[in-house]
């Protein structure tokens, strides 16, 4: 997932996410190319968007009847416009505390590298598969699918460091103004939601009236 180095920029795209998330997972199946086209790395960071929700004051948008109906049909319409499978999950919304724990194992067993290719096979499986991602042993059997040691992650869900890293990412979203998800930093400058990839694109190769508006 991350692009040609050959000409590195100052910074690094910063994706904030959660499993749990729909326009997470659209962000999740896009921002690959984006980080390829401007040959940009992408730091993948999973946090808790409840308690992002909570610090922030925000609620989801689905608990309000009209807003959950309009969403439905908007997530259906980008994924088609994306060309990418989905369908809303039936155990939505979900506690994904255990699988945002998981990610941050991941991280900590096998290096931030190996959170990409873990991330999209959870997302693939609650936004495509309707599989329960918050379930030890779904959790243990899409890392192996990743590549990645299973019963490890699981082990170390509930261990004290991977608590304090999935406190930290959450933490550090939020001090820097996230209130949702998909949130993106590029540099000092945030992004909110998968349509904004393109105005990261624009301030990554350098539109000139979009990066003096970020003040980059």
Known sequence: MLADMTHPQAHAIEFFFDIGSPYSYLAATQVGAVAERTRTAVSWRPFLLGGVFKASGNEMP?????????????????????????????????????????????????????????????????????RDVSADAELAALANAAGLDGAAIVAAIDAQPTKDALRAHTENAVARGSFGAPTFFYGDAMFWGHDRLPLIEAAITGDAGVRARLGL
């Open 62 to 130: 689905a608990r309000i009847a009209a807003k959950a109906r309009w969403m439905l049909e908007d997530l259906r319409g980008w994924s088609r416009l994306y060309g990418v499978p989905f369908q809303m999950a039936s155990r939505f919304p979900l506690n994904t505390l255990r699988t945002q724990r998981a990610l941050c194992a991941a991280s900590l067993i096998a290096g931030e590298q190996a959170v990409p290719a873990y991330a999209l096979a959870l997302f693939q499986a609650y936004w495509v598969d309707d």
